[in-house]
């Protein structure tokens, strides 16, 4: 998360003349690139957007996986949904959290101001939050974490003392399926995610193209957990 190392390291690359580049963002304008891709360099920018310049996206289908988990809770007649988030400036948190607030919508309804939680980097903020959202008057029946590692946290908070809140959380992770009770995980293919950034880097190389196009790669809802 250094747009200066992020720099360094791609105008280096550059000037070792790779045939492309695939790049995750951390900077806010990739117009240093410039002119590498007016020299026919290619670029393909991976999980979020860049911009200055004309380039491929591949993305992750954010805002339709954080609604559609969302929606799920809502359609169980769950009243009160805690949303915990690491910062909203990030383009995967602010999509996610732009699923949520659709999720609500077209319920009619809107989130809680006091059950949204963002700035949350590790488990152990997650697992302090939502143990003060448990410990509040009127405790969450269900519960969105935006990544894997809020969900983490988030159940080290509910486990121990056995709450009885539904979960669901953004990204798989280790364990899960051993997991003592169900949770709901917003899942997608990474090995996908990885294959058609660079099956697009190549066919830009083979045949360089102008414009950006973005390609989502679709989520799905499964279950993890839940083992007897």
Avoid: K
Avoid at 110 to 138: E, F, K, N, S, W
Wanted: contains cysteine.
């Amino acid at each position: 998360e250094d747009a200066d190392i992020e720099r360094s390291l791609a105008l280096d690359l550059c000037q070792r003349q790779v045939g492309g580049l695939i790049v995750v963002p951390t900077a806010d304008d990739h117009a240093y690139l410039a002119r590498e891709v007016e020299l026919g360099t290619p670029v393909v920018f991976l999980d979020r957007p860049g911009s200055g310049i004309p380039a491929d996206a591949i993305l992750l289908d954010n805002r339709g996986g954080a609604r559609a988990a969302v929606a799920e809770m809502l359609a169980a007649g769950h009243r009160r949904i805690a949303v915990l988030l690491d910062r909203r400036s990030i383009f995967t948190m602010s999509q996610r959290w732009a699923g949520v607030e659709e999720a609500f919508v077209a319920a009619g309804r809107t989130p809680d101001p006091a059950l949204v939680i963002d700035g949350l980097h590790t488990p152990a903020m997650a697992r302090d939050a939502m143990q003060r959202l448990l410990d509040g008057d009127d405790a969450p029946t269900a519960v969105f974490c935006a990544n894997n590692r809020v969900t983490i946290g988030a159940l080290e908070a509910i486990l121990p003392r056995g709450a009885d809140v539904a979960v669901a959380g953004f990204d798989d992770f280790e364990l899960s399926r051993l997991l003592p009770r169900r949770i709901r995980i917003v899942d997608y293919d990474v090995a996908d995610l990885g294959a058609r950034a660079a099956e697009t880097l190549l066919a830009r190389a083979a045949t360089p193209a102008t414009g950006s196009h973005t390609h989502l790669v679709p989520t799905r809802l499964v279950d993890r957990g839940g083992i007897r």
